[in-house]
């Protein structure tokens, strides 16, 4: 069984071998009912010899993400059997609280040899438990740690096998009395000649051992005619033992003592003292005068009252009294043996009634007594908006509206405008919940923080707006259509590109302070771009960074400007990546560097270019063909070249390939119009053995598509040559120099200077070798490109 995402695949193997469903009529996989793929069960029908033997679970996800198979191997025996244990202390325990507890567990039988653990019924063991083995020990034991305490075995063989025992600590807590007076008289008070009865409650662990004994004046008590004391039935009223007085006499008078003790001892007894004289008497509840209603503010301290007379006093209990809802501390009631109820942090949804009534614990058992208290919180005007920033332009009006919510007292409410401490307007609300203010024109003195105070007898509330002219942020443009360009090995460009969150909210945007620092430094460069005429709403703003270190990343922030001066920044992290398509406009490679502008060798020709220099050619290299330098006539200048030396062999190729050109589509159901590009590269082509120099055009689609855009064979000179092809690809293209062998090794062939500029081919030469190459119509047919190939003849 497993858990996993992606969904995992389960099989079973015998030793090497694959189980499957119906491939051995002793062996049935399938999945239980109860799960959804997660579990894979083995089922072994009718043992065989051949049945004895490792069996492994393989758990796949079949390497995604790189997650590796798990396997679980178990081996079947004919001593195989599931696991039997055995508990070595008694069910239940009974402890005192502080006792060292330890339960041992044990096995007696279970092939291979099972594995034990202890649970408990509250899900985790003690953070002070101590499992060895099979033994789990308890140190110091608390009533919180009693409870249910479960070993398990475990061995991978039918079910684990589990046994229990509860841990019972020793506790008594909540001794409490009451007083019953003759209940076959409608009277509340206790009189001579009457039955009296008083009621002892304990609440024990284990009630089992909750003994009782009871005292006169500190004298034991034993049940007789006139003093019956009996215990409650357990399932009525657990823990409770009474006293019965039949026929109270004057010399019944007196302190009766109850005395609560657990069999097993280890716990101090609880005793609880009952005064039965002439002046006990039930209990009265009185509101002190002026405590209620009671007024009070938000956030203060408050007490509620009720005084309580009779002998002995009760517990009061507090609730509400006008709604069912919780006290302030979350529960239903709250107990106070003083009568008061006191509440910290008094908060608006306290207002209401409180009941406060006398419980039959500690006093009478009579009808409860009960009086109500009222509350007030008063507290100070909630208002809306509470900070609101209103971004306007000079000469433009500007109203500002502040709302009363709610308040208390809502009655003689006040406001008071102010800008800064300057008071602008103040009044009195009448029958509206709002009052507005209005700049009919904005100034620049206008421009600051407003505030409008709503004042009660609690407080004030306070509305406040922000009235700027300081422009929105700007909001840049992820989406750029290739947007990072490469025209020199250590330099890369970006184009930035944005648009202006609300660009007439405010006045006329006027320029941006452009700010550019590489990541990790602290110094800015800050430059200003101009914004000539007014910026509309979703306008795309474009400017180009140029110069920037290959391959640091730069940290970029642009603020708007506008007559109120600077508005809120933006920025945004702009790291270097290789350009899977460089940029097009002016894409130039010389092959100065080694990483060559992302050219690469193809790896299925038969040898590859090699970047030269005349400077660093071999010594030995074969006379009569190859340039003498670069295109430019430079011994240092670098170029690419094939050398047709041994051991090369007539009719090998040798593929340089360039990087990847995106044609982005100018509508989104792809290119109807293809672009057009003009495709240039210097050649040299000396020798008596050159064979052919190629450029072909490959195109990326379902089935990539590759066709011949430029050929040209034979000795054309010791001379440096251009060509250029005007292309017009309709998906993203490559361009792939081919050269091939001649007959001889004195065939080398250099190509320099590659170019690819958006446009037709211009400038166009009075040598055209159009016929060098196949037909123009040939290659719209095969390739829709357009042809048009010049040299331009230069003497070195």
Known sequence: MANSNPPVRYSWHRGRDVLSQGSDKGVEIYEPFFTQGETKILKLKNLRPQDYANYSCIASVRNVCGISDRNIVFKLTNKTVSPSIKLLVEDPIVVNPGQTVSLVCITTGGEPKPTLSWVSSSDSLPEKSVVKGGTLTL???????????????????????????????????????????????????????REVKISCQVEATPPEELTFGWLKNGRALRSSERMVITQTDPDTSPGTTNLDIIDLKFTDFGTYTCVAALKGGGI????????????????????????????????????????????????????????????????????????????????????GSYRCQTSQFNGFNVKPREAVVELIVQYPPSVEPVSLEMRQGLGRPVAMNCRVLRAHPSRVLRYEWRLGNRLLHAGHFDQSDETEYTVKSLNREGWGEYTCDVINEAGAGRCTFLVTGKAYPPEFYYDTYSPLWQNRPRVYGFKLQWTQMNPNAVDRIVAYRLGIRQMGQQRWWEQEITVEGTITKGELITHNLTELIKPEAYEVRLTPITRFGEGDSTIRIITYSAPVNPHLREFHCS????????????????????????????????????????RSGSKQGFYMYIETSRPRKEGEVARLVSPFFNVAPKNPYGITNPPAYCFGFFFHMYGKHIGTLNALLRQKGQAATEGPTWSLSGNQGDHWKQAKVSIHPTASFQVVLE?????????????DDVTLEEGECRDIPAINLRSAAPSTSAHIWLLSVTLAMTFLWGQR
């Not at 841990?167 to 009277?187: L, Q, S």
């Not at 560097?593 to 030995?620: G, V």
């Open 739 to 751: 050269g091939i062998r001649g007959p001889g090794i004195e065939g080398d062939i250099a190509i």
């Open 591 to 630: 092959f100065e560097e080694e990483p060559i502008c992302m050219f690469t060798q193809d790896k299925n020709d038969d040898f590859d270019w090699t970047r030269h220099s005349a400077a660093t050619r071999d010594t030995k290299y074969t006379p009569n063909t190859g340039p003498s330098g670069d």
């Open 268 to 351: 101090p007894e609880i005793s609880i003292d009952v005064n039965i004289s002439s002046t006990t008497v039930p209990p009265n509840l009185t509101v002190p005068r002026g405590k209620s209603p009671l007024v009070v503010r938000e956030g203060d301290t408050v007490e509620l009252e009720c005084l309580v007379s009779g002998k002995p006093k009760p517990i009061i209990l507090w609730s509400r009294a006008d709604k069912e809802v919780p006290m302030p501390d979350g529960s239903l009631q709250v107990e106070s043996y003083d009568g008061v109820l006191r509440i910290v942090n008094v908060s608006r949804e306290m207002t």
């Open 139 to 193: 140190p110091a034991i608390t009533s919180d740690e009693a409870g249910v305490y479960s070993c398990v075995a475990t061995n991978n063989v039918g079910n684990p096998a589990k046994k229990s025992t509860t841990i019972v600590v020793r506790a008594m807590k909540k001794g409490r009395f009451w007083i019953t007076p003759d209940p076959y008289h409608n009277d509340d008070n206790i009189q001579i000649g």
